[in-house]
C-alpha cells in the first residue's frame, strides 16, 4: 500500500472511475486516474497502470530541488496542479521538455534568471534549436508557464522571457481539403478508414476525439462532444446536417464509439494519421498526380470545417440582409467579424457564391 495514498471509485454518467490521491481534501494531490465503461475494465486499466501509479507516488516524496535554481522551479512547476490538472498526453510532452531545459540550463540561478542579461541568454539557448523552430518554440513555452508560476509562488521577481519572440510561423489559413479531394483520397482507403476521413472533415473534430465519440453523443439531430484538449471541460456541438446524417446512416453500430475498424476495435489516432499518408502516397504515384494535395495534413480536415462552416454564414441571405450587406460587397465581414481558421478562404468563397 502507499502510504498517504487513497483510492476511490465513482460511478459517472457514463463510466466508472478509479481516483488516485495522495491526502485528503482540498490540498490533496492528483496521482492518477483510470476510467472505464464499466468497473471491471476500470480495474483492469488500474491493474495495467500500477507502474505510473508507483512512479507519481515516488514523484511526491522525492526530495525537490533548491529554488535557488531553474531546475528547482521546473521541478516544482512538474509537482503544481496546475501541471498535473493538464491532460495526460499534454503532461507526457510538456515533461520532455522540461528534461531538455534542465539538462540545458538547469543551473542557472535566481540571480542569473533575473539579471539584465537573462533574455538575451535565454535567446542564445533557444537559437540552439534554430534548426527546429517549431521545437524551439515549444521548450520556450514550457519555460514561459515555469517561470509565471516561479513568479506566482514568489520564487523570482522578474520575467526574462517577456522579450522573447516565436521562431515558427506558418499560415495555413488558405490550406482546405476540397469535396473533389476527400472523395479521391477516400477511393485510395479501406471503407473504415475513408469512413473516419470523411466523418473528420463534416465534423471538424480533431483526431482523438473523432476515434473515441460515442453514438449517445448525438441526441435530437446534435452531436455533443467534450473535447479531451481540455479533458471534457470544452464542449464541441456539432448540427448533424444532411452530408453528417448520411454518413451516420451508411456507419455500422459495431461497438459504442461511432468509427470503428472491422473488428469493432476504435481506432487509435496514430493509424488515422498514417492511413492517410498511405492513402497519399497511392494516389501520387498514379500519372499527373504528383503534387495532389501537396502540404495537407490531417489536421487541415479541421480547418477546412471551419471554413466551410464560416462560408455558409458569411453567404447566408438573412445574416448579410441583416447586416446591410449587399451581394458585392465582400470587404464587409473582414471589418466587422472576428478572424478564425481559413477566413480569408471563406471571403473567396463568398465572393464566387454572389457571383
Not at 132 to 154: F, N, S
Not at 228 to 236: L, T
Request: aromatic share 6%; charged share 25%; proline share 5%.
Amino acid at each position: 500500500m502507499l502510504s498517504g495514498a487513497h483510492r476511490e471509485i465513482k460511478q459517472l454518467a457514463r463510466q466508472v472511475a478509479i481516483y488516485w490521491r495522495y491526502g485528503r481534501g482540498a490540498g490533496s494531490v492528483p496521482l492518477a486516474s483510470f476510467k472505464a465503461p464499466t468497473l471491471q475494465e476500470a480495474l483492469e486499466m488500474e491493474s495495467q497502470g500500477a507502474l505510473e501509479l508507483a512512479e507519481a507516488w515516488t514523484a511526491i516524496h522525492r526530495p525537490m530541488p533548491s529554488i535557488a535554481y531553474l531546475s528547482g522551479m521546473l521541478a516544482g512547476f512538474q509537482a503544481s496542479k496546475k501541471f498535473l490538472r493538464m491532460a495526460t498526453s499534454t503532461q507526457a510532452e510538456w515533461s520532455r521538455c522540461i528534461s531538455q531545459i534542465n539538462a540545458d540550463i538547469g543551473t542557472m540561478t535566481r540571480r542569473q534568471l533575473e539579471a539584465d542579461t537573462a533574455t538575451a541568454r535565454l535567446i542564445a539557448w533557444r537559437d540552439g534549436y534554430e534548426a527546429t523552430p517549431r521545437k524551439a518554440d515549444y521548450l520556450v513555452t514550457v519555460l514561459k508557464a515555469t517561470l509565471k508560476h516561479a513568479r506566482t509562488c514568489g520564487w523570482l521577481s522578474a520575467d526574462p522571457c517577456a522579450g522573447i519572440e516565436a521562431l515558427y510561423y506558418c499560415d495555413r489559413s488558405e490550406i482546405v481539403w476540397h469535396a473533389g479531394e476527400i472523395e479521391a483520397l477516400c477511393d485510395a482507403m479501406q471503407p473504415d478508414m475513408a469512413r473516419v476521413i470523411r466523418f473528420m472533415w463534416l465534423t471538424g473534430l480533431r483526431r482523438g476525439d473523432a476515434v473515441t465519440v460515442r453514438w449517445d453523443a448525438i441526441q435530437d439531430g446534435v452531436m455533443i462532444v467534450r473535447t479531451s484538449k481540455s479533458k471534457g471541460r470544452a464542449k464541441q456541438v456539432i448540427e448533424v446536417g444532411p452530408d453528417l446524417s448520411s454518413l451516420l446512416a451508411d456507419t455500422p453500430r459495431r461497438s459504442t464509439t461511432i468509427m470503428s475498424g472491422p473488428t469493432g476495435e476504435p481506432y487509435s489516432p496514430d493509424s488515422i494519421t498514417q492511413g492517410l499518408i498511405r492513402a497519399l502516397r497511392r494516389i501520387r504515384k498514379k500519372p499527373g498526380l504528383a503534387d495532389f494535395a501537396a502540404g495537407k495534413r490531417l489536421h487541415d480536415l479541421r480547418g477546412s470545417h471551419a471554413t466551410d462552416m464560416v462560408a455558409k454564414v458569411l453567404a447566408d441571405p438573412v445574416f448579410r440582409e441583416g447586416m446591410g450587406w449587399t451581394s458585392g460587397k465582400t470587404s464587409a465581414p473582414s471589418r466587422y467579424v472576428a478572424p478564425v481558421t481559413a477566413l480569408a478562404t471563406a471571403r473567396k468563397m463568398v465572393k464566387k457564391n454572389g457571383e
